[in-house]
């Protein structure tokens, strides 16, 4: 803006600090010993060129205005060795969704635990690699970013350092009638994890995927990157629940390319963590397919919350929905950047984006900045942003029916952000999210 | 609508490359010699007869200027400017302040007469059914004639070029020239802080509504020159002005920077509403030549309950970078932006608006139409922002744009920035195309395919266009037409 001298002044760059030092020292140490080894060292070390370059991203760097990387990060963490048997004792408490129907995949520190998972194979049509097995097989092509912008480093972070993950493939026309729940645990004092999931949907293929992060109060940094890629008439259902423990940093990216007549479906509650940022670069690729991307987020005390998002539509007759929501307490903080782009020559694009705050406390923060690219011209696209209070008519209204003070808030904000919770088809998991959500009422943290 | 045919058949009339304003005045001037220095600022201010402290003021924001780089984020792309090669000063020949109107070269009158603007006060008084409207004048870098000024100077309203000012009012312009927009502000207000040439300046007193609304027109005649005007607006307590700003240039190969910064100031219960009409040469339908538009404008609602308001209708420019702002600093203030952006050829417009609340109580409106046609780009930029201390804030946006044709693009990039949790922002944006349905009803009652989009996108930004006085209302229609001719079909 015309005000702003920061833009200026962008390409000046200020000392190293220490956990970009650390992140340099630790990148040349491990790189080789890595999976993969040497056979992948080149796309690691493209994933790490941004921060060897730049260091990590400060407010600066418009992407990251709100989020300023490199203050939220003043350390960074060695990287978690094998997890111990008290590591997995404690991590076997924290696992969520007990009663969701999945197969599980259980990772404690960022390390496959076979004795919390159930086999890989057994889900109808669907293999299941690890990691470390498809990058000795196949090289580095796995760490090879699609959909990402240039040089973005929190996926760049995870190319670099990334040790465990997994690499599924659902076969063409393939339905399989259980969902796979990949869980992500962390325990300890302090560590950074780094994990990744690479699903492939063939062709007419249905799958659902579940992404869990919880963890205990250690300063964890953890770092997942998810990628989809669809075949064309391939539908998929993504839920996540980021619960991880206040004094975590958590990143996370999902990057997702949609063949025609594909539907993704991706919803994520963020009700854990110090400081969390998710990132969405979705693009249309094939005719006629539609996403749906939706969250809720809470957070109270001096938390911050951001979610990122990019929507190229690149096709015709697509369909897009974003509709994120955040409740705010203490001094938290929540951002939103969402862009949709149209590119020229996709007609007949439907984008709607909404993105709403609720501030519950006088300091609380809210940062908005809802985008439109648009260079095509039969499209309908919009975009929607509010910020404010709960409504007082509406409290007086329940305090008037005998409801105290505490409970009317509750009620006002579960009904807020059940608009969106209450869109997951399957009930356990539902159920689940709900209570996480009525759990933070109360708590408030 | 009746203005429909009036309109159709007037685009009909002007081919599209025929900028109308696109002739040039005949006119011997005198210019600064090429480029840019501490020398050329002296000259300048010399040339202003300038106090001291007028020339330390320019120096010191030349020197800063000299360590700034260019701002490079906003959606527009360009060659790089040379600023050493340009010409900082032209004024016309043998200029000498004019007394009255019969001392201004007939040859400038002559032009403002073909740009449509009435300088002769008489011929305005003649019209009885007109309003009647007090002009500023400036060519290039010089204000050439300003009318009523007598009539203003009883009601005790100052409205003069801005060096005038200096010399006659300088406490005034010492206390506020400035302090909206610093020397530091940005790259183009700190070059206009240098070299700036002229301007106006308004001065409302206490409790004077003014008596007719004010007038520039700006026009950048000679080649390679860049016009860097400075307007200083201020309402003192209880008062209310309405400013009118017009622009045009000649249709020249080469593109024309012209850097300008406004400022306004609203002390208590104050109000000032600023409307805009931007029509500077916007270069051919390939894109070659057109006037680089970067301008700094903003207001400050120092007082308590005052009010500024932005109205702007932006036809013209190959490049436009405008955000005029508000500071909502003083309780109970409120800021308003209605903008009407359109961009054809090859134009490439990225505008908006900041809205910054600072006090309690404060309100904002945000209204603006963006349409972009044959191969131009359209941005809308716009912050709003409540701080801690601004309980209560409210703000409603609105941002909608149309596209014609399949070669141009329309963004939308608002920040939102609440800090307190009695702010309440609403904030919504759309983007379309002239629905094919909107088009057929039309033309199925007998509209041609060029009626119907002119019936439609004047009905698209008619919120905005109702905010305009009357005559630039009617002048705005008309140019919305004229700068969406050849977009259909």
Not at chain 1, 63 to 86: C, F, H, I, N
Not at chain 1, 184 to 213: D, K, M
Not at chain 1, 381 to 395: F, N, P, Q, S, Y
Not at chain 2, 113 to 118: A, S
Request: proline share 4%; glycine share 8%; with cysteine.
């Amino acid at each position: 803006m015309s005000g702003a001298t920061g833009a200026m002044n962008a390409d000046i760059r200020p000392i190293r600090t220490a956990a970009e030092t650390a992140l340099g020292d630790l990148f040349a140490s491990v790189r080789d010993a890595l999976p993969g080894g040497r056979a992948v060292s080149a796309a690691r070390e493209q994933g790490f060129a941004p921060i060897a370059a730049r260091g990590l991203p400060s407010r600066r760097v418009e992407e990251w205005k709100y989020t300023d990387l490199r203050a939220l990060m003043r350390v960074a963490q060695p990287l978690s060795g094998p997890p111990s048997a008290a590591d997995i004792a404690a991590a076997r408490a924290l696992l969520p969704f007990a009663e969701v129907e999945a197969a599980r995949a259980v990772f404690v520190n960022g390390a496959y635990v076979a004795e919390l998972s159930d086999p890989l194979d057994g889900l109808e049509g669907v293999s299941v690699r690890r990691l470390p097995d498809a990058l000795e097989a196949g090289g580095g092509a796995v760490l090879a970013p699609f959909g990402l912008p240039e040089g973005e480093p929190a996926a760049g972070l995870n190319a670099a350092f990334v040790g465990d993950g997994l690499v599924i493939e659902v076969a063409a026309g393939a339905r399989p009638d259980k969902a796979l729940h990949v869980a992500n645990v962390q325990v300890g004092v302090g560590h950074a994890a780094y994990g990744r999931v690479a699903a492939t949907l063939g062709a007419g293929a249905a799958f659902t995927l579940i992404e869990s992060h919880v963890g205990d109060a250690g300063a964890h940094q953890t770092n997942g990157l998810v990628s989809l890629d669809l075949a064309d008439a391939a539908e998929l259902t993504l839920v996540k629940l980021q619960d991880e423990g206040l004094a975590t940093l958590h990143l996370a990216t999902l990057t997702a390319r949609l063949g025609a007549r594909t539907k993704l479906s991706s919803l994520a509650l963020s009700a854990g963590s110090a400081a969390a940022r998710q990132q969405l670069f979705v693009s249309f690729e094939g005719d006629h397919a539609s996403a749906e991307l939706t969250g809720a987020g809470f957070a109270g005390a001096k938390r911050h919350l951001d979610t990122t998002l990019v929507v190229t539509h690149d096709a015709l007759h697509c369909a897009s929905r974003e509709h994120f929501k955040t409740a705010l307490d203490g001094q938290a903080r929540s951002v939103f950047q969402g862009k949709i782009v149209v590119k020229p020559g996709a007609q007949k694009t439907d984008g709607k984006m909404m993105a709403q705050a609720l501030l519950l406390s006088e300091d609380a923060e809210a940062d908005a900045k809802p985008e439109l690219e648009i260079f095509a011209d039969d499209v309908v696209c919009g975009h929607g942003a509010t910020v404010g209070a709960l409504d007082d008519e509406l409290l007086f209204y329940l305090k008037a029916r005998g409801i105290p003070q505490g409970e009317a808030e509750a009620l006002l904000v579960r009904a807020f952000v059940g608009e969106v919770l209450e869109g997951v088809e399957d009930e356990p998991l539902r159920d689940a999210l709900l209570d996480r959500a009525a759990r933070w009422l109360v708590a408030r943290d | 609508m009746p203005a429909v045919q009036e309109t159709v058949a007037r685009v009909r009339e002007i081919d599209v490359d025929q900028y109308k304003y696109g002739f040039v005045t005949d006119i011997e001037s005198e210019r600064a010699e090429q480029g840019l220095n501490e020398d050329i600022v002296r000259f300048i201010s010399a040339k202003k007869d300038e106090p001291e402290w007028m020339l330390e003021w320019r120096l010191d924001a030349y020197r800063r200027w000299r360590t700034m780089t260019e701002p490079n984020w906003a959606r527009v792309d360009y060659p790089p400017i040379p600023y050493d090669d340009l010409y900082y000063y032209s004024a016309p020949k043998a200029f000498v302040a004019p007394k009255t109107l019969d001392d201004v070269d007939p040859e400038l009158l002559r032009t403002y007469e073909k740009l449509g603007i009435p300088l002769r006060e008489q011929e305005i008084l003649a019209g009885v059914e007109q309003r009647r409207v007090a002009v500023d004048a400036v060519f290039d870098s010089v204000s050439v004639a300003t009318t009523f000024k007598a009539e203003l100077a009883k009601a005790g309203v100052i409205f003069c070029p801005i060096s005038e000012a200096i010399r006659e009012h300088p406490e005034l312009v010492k206390k506020y020239l400035g302090s909206v927009v610093p020397t530091t502000d940005n790259f183009f207000a700190t070059l206009n802080s240098a070299v700036f040439s002229d301007g106006s300046f308004v001065y409302v007193p206490k409790g004077v509504r003014c008596p007719m609304e004010l007038s520039t027109y700006f026009r950048i005649n000679e080649r390679n020159t860049g016009q860097f005007e400075r307007t200083l607006i201020i309402a003192d307590e209880g008062a209310y002005v309405s400013y009118l700003e017009g622009c045009t240039a000649p249709m020249r190969d080469e593109n024309q920077l012209h850097a300008a910064v406004v400022e306004l100031v609203a002390l208590d219960d104050a109000e000032i509403k600023y409307s805009t009409v931007q029509n500077w040469y916007p270069g051919d339908a390939e894109g070659k030549g057109g006037i680089y538009n970067f301008v700094t404008k903003r207001g400050d609602c120092r007082g308590k309950n005052s009010k500024i308001s932005w109205t702007q209708v932006e036809t013209g420019s190959a490049i436009t970078w405008k955000y005029p702002s508000c500071i909502l600093r003083g309780e109970g203030s409120r800021g308003e932006f209605y903008s009407i952006a359109i961009s054809n050829g090859r134009q490439q417009v990225d505008s908006g608006t900041k809205m910054i609340h600072l006090g309690k109580n404060t309100t904002s409106k945000i209204i603006s139409k963006g349409i972009s046609a044959g191969h131009s780009q359209n941005t809308y930029r716009g912050l709003v922002s409540a701080h801690r201390k601004a309980s209560n804030a409210r703000n409603f946006t609105n941002c909608d744009s149309l596209l014609i044709g399949e070669n141009c693009g329309a963004h939308t990039v608002p920040y939102l920035e609440a800090k307190t949790s009695t702010a309440v922002f609403e904030h919504e944006a759309t983007t379309s195309k002239i629905s094919d349905d909107q088009k057929f009803y039309c033309q199925q009652r007998g509209l041609s395919e060029e009626e119907a989009v002119a019936l439609i996108v004047n009905g698209f930004v008619k919120d905005v266009l109702q905010q305009l006085p009357m005559e630039f209302a009617v002048e705005a229609q008309k140019l919305i037409s004229i700068s969406l001719e050849g977009s259909v079909g």
